[in-house]
């Protein structure tokens, strides 16, 4: 398992390099798909983190603090550990680098408030969670999300 951090420098690396705008609402669902992806083609969980069910869509608390500063706008900076090291994953494993590629292939020219709404339609984790009003997504109902 990984930490989000590592995860969102990540996206954030690549955006960096191909200077596509990323803001903390994006990031967040970026990362929500990643997670979904890896997910399904391993049965197992990228981090321990637990996403919960917030007003625009599936949200990491952890991300969200460290980022919101930037409000709406594009970040530009990496997220720092406790000593001040900025951390990316290691794409050597397949199933790792396939459900990254995939998913910022697909969606990195979205914006925020798209992917929240494709988040948001029926039968998805985050609407179920909603439905249910609970505070959390369900991770079996995040891995047996439909493809977006």
């Known amino acids: 398992m990984t930490n989000t951090q590592v995860v969102a420098n990540t996206f954030l690396y690549h955006a960096f390099q191909e200077n596509i705008s990323v803001t903390p609402m994006k ?4 990362i929500y798909f990643f997670f979904r992806e890896y997910a399904k083609a391993t049965d197992e969980k990228l981090f321990s ?16 603090y460290e980022f919101q500063s930037f409000g ?38 979205f914006p925020g408030t798209e992917l929240s709404n494709i988040t948001h339609r029926k039968g998805t ?24």
């Open 27 to 30: 990031l967040q669902k970026l």
């Open 72 to 109: 709406a706008k594009k970040i530009d900076k990496f997220a720092r550990d406790a000593m001040g090291n900025v951390k990316i994953l290691s794409l050597n494993n397949i199933d790792l680098k396939q459900s990254f590629d995939k998913i910022w292939r697909k969606y990195k020219f």
């Open 125 to 148: 984790a985050w609407y179920k969670a909603h439905q249910k009003g609970s505070i959390t997504l369900d991770y079996e109902d995040i891995k047996n999300d439909n493809e977006y």
């Open 49 to 64: 983190e637990q996403f919960e069910t917030w007003q625009y869509g599936p949200v990491l608390p952890s991300i969200y």
